[in-house]
């Protein structure tokens, strides 16, 4: 059973930043692309950042890039999304997800309305970002 965890959400400050992981487990990921998604009160769940677990390949949505970094840990099955520069449009709940595939092709997907596999995703972590 495929079993994604996320941790390191919080409140913090515009500008400030925040570190959130996603501890895996249950399969190993080889050729996957691992990825978070994020819904706001009100709002879609929107993509927000991908990683290919063997590749290191990774890409972001728009509003995110320079500001953001996704990274994984093959050795301790961890994902990682470092959020720098926050702004209150940041809040939202943040979810670990993970789809087979190749960041180029999923990205797109991600972006057009397409979601990974109900049983892989994670169980979501707050980010609450004041002004």
């Known amino acids: 059973q495929v079993q994604l965890v996320e941790s390191g959400g919080g409140l913090v400050q515009a500008g400030g930043s925040l570190r959130l992981s996603c501890a895996t487990s249950?399969?190993?990921?080889?050729?996957?692309?691992m990825g978070w998604f994020r819904q706001a009160p009100g709002k879609e769940r929107e993509f927000v950042a991908a990683?290919?677990?063997?590749?290191?390949?990774?890409d972001y949505a728009d509003s995110v890039k320079g500001r953001f970094t996704i990274s994984r840990d093959n050795a301790k099955n961890t994902v990682h999304l470092q959020m720098n520069s926050l702004k209150p449009e940041d809040a939202a709940v943040y979810y670990c997800?993970?789809?087979?595939?190749?960041?180029?092709?999923?990205?797109?997907?991600?972006?057009?309305?397409?979601?990974?596999?109900?049983?892989?995703w994670g169980q979501g972590t707050q980010v609450t970002v004041s002004s």
């Open positions: 997800v993970a789809e087979e595939g190749l960041v180029e092709d999923l990205q797109k997907s991600w972006l057009s309305g397409s979601r990974p596999p109900d049983d892989y």
């Open positions: 249950g399969r190993t990921f080889s050729g996957y692309v």
């Open positions: 990683i290919g677990w063997s590749d290191g390949i990774a």
